[in-house]
T-cell receptor, first 109, second 113 residues
Framework: GQNIDQPTEMTATEGAIVQINCTYQTSGFNGLFWYQQHAGEAPTFLSYNVLDGLEEKGRFSSFLSRSKGYSYLLLKELQMKDSASYLCAVRDSNYQLIWGAGTKLIIKP | DAEITQSPRHKITETGRQVTLACHQTWNHNNMFWYRQDLGHGLRLIHYSYGVQDTNKGEVSDGYSVSRSNTEDLPLTLESAASSQTSVYFC????????????FGNGTRLTVT
């Protein structure tokens, strides 16, 4: 079966750096997405990786290793507004999105 | 600005009733999707459409139906609501199937009593 694994919850301190990991086993691979979802709101797109390596976008970076079935989202200079759930999703060989259950990130002052 | 709008935002209904959740997008996207989100689960695909008159079943389609009569709208109908269908429902659209991210509506919280 297809599976996306990410930690359920993480805690970090304001101003620090946090890395949220995502491992996947899917039928084929056509890209990996990271979304941010604040409580009670819709998911919003953060990043897209289809080739191995690091994609940087401001304070957020996303890394992909297709051979290891692994990605991470790196958040730098954490702010209180970064408290949210972070969703990892992989597009499979049929171009369907397979979603992880999300990682709830708690930022402490 | 283009957007995707869901209505209602909250709905309480009784077991056995038919319920329709609306989704309207002004992105002019051909691709539209309905997901449900439950605690401890990833987003699960209910139905999707790649264009007018096209509809397809997702992984959790039992008890749900959709219709696509125009580009802008993809209403989701629960034919006979069940307590197991209590959930948050998200509609989404995308420009392409291959690479584009999804744009999500704000969700509908449905409670079936």
């Amino acid at each position: 079966g297809q599976n996306i694994d990410q930690p359920t919850e993480m805690t970090a301190t304001e101003g620090a750096i946090v890395q949220i990991n995502c491992t996947y086993q899917t039928s084929g691979f056509n890209g990996l997405f990271w979304y941010q979802q604040h409580a009670g709101e819709a998911p919003t797109f953060l990043s897209y990786n289809v080739l191995d390596g690091l994609e940087e976008k401001g304070r957020f970076s996303s890394f992909l290793s297709r051979s290891k079935g692994y990605s991470y989202l790196l958040l730098k200079e954490l702010q209180m507004k970064d408290s949210a759930s972070y969703l990892c999703a992989v597009r499979d060989s049929n171009y369907q999105l397979i979603w992880g259950a999300g990682t709830k990130l708690i930022i402490k002052p | 600005d283009a957007e995707i709008t869901q209505s209602p935002r909250h709905k309480i209904t009784e077991t056995g009733r038919q319920v329709t959740l609306a989704c309207h997008q002004t992105w002019n996207h051909n691709n539209m999707f309905w997901y449900r989100q439950d605690l401890g689960h990833g987003l699960r695909l209910i139905h999707y459409s790649y264009g007018v008159q096209d509809t397809n079943k997702g992984e959790v389609s039992d008890g749900y139906s959709v219709s696509r009569s125009n580009t802008e709208d993809l209403p989701l109908t629960l034919e006979s609501a069940a307590s197991s269908q209590t959930s948050v429902y998200f509609c989404a659209s995308s420009e392409t199937v291959e690479m584009s991210p999804l744009h999500f509506g704000n969700g509908t919280r449905l409670t079936v009593t």
